[in-house]
């Protein structure tokens, strides 16, 4: 947060599996400077737990003490856009390097989500020690996050029809390879987040 309370840096990390195959996102986001978006969609190279290694990249997601502590880490090529949602229909942008080296630890217990019939999942507070490495150097910070776990379906926000937090925060929107898109943006409260189809409605700017 800067001395105003507003967000100046927002990153997420994202994995969903469908058996061998799965979708990955990472991005980061900053005041004053482009969206930087990693996705690998309907991929394979899954390995022993929850590590992935597709072609030339790499991401890790180690669960050091249940409920407790995670270890979380990427090393990839992303794109910079200037429009956060231009990465919902084709994330065309200028190639950047990117390494993600994050410890998260819990600061709650999980509290339960809504799901899809068959289904089940948590949402839980945190905080979390970042480093990651871009061409422009290296962005070490700290601060609050969440994470969230569903399984028996993908988890996928509300389908609302106007997000709170639009044009007031930072975004850090993406795609998922069934089709939808998932909007997100860090405010001062915190991480809001809808979902969307790419085709079909108006996304908002």
Partial sequence: MD??????????????????????????TRAGHRYLYVEELDSTGLREGLEVKPPEMWAGHDCDLPFRQWSLGNEAHGVLVDDPMSVLRRPFGDLAPVAFDIEWYSTAEPISLEAAPGSDGYRQSGEFDARIETADGVLEVVGQSARAHVWGSPYRPPFDSVPAAAGRSLAAHLRRSDGTVVLQWLTRTGWREQSAWAGGVALPG
Avoid at 16 to 23: A, K, P, T, Y
């Fill in 3 to 28: 001395d105003g309370g507003e967000p100046d840096v927002a990153w997420f990390v994202g994995l969903e599996l469908r058996g061998r195959r799965f979708d990955y996102w990472a991005g980061l």
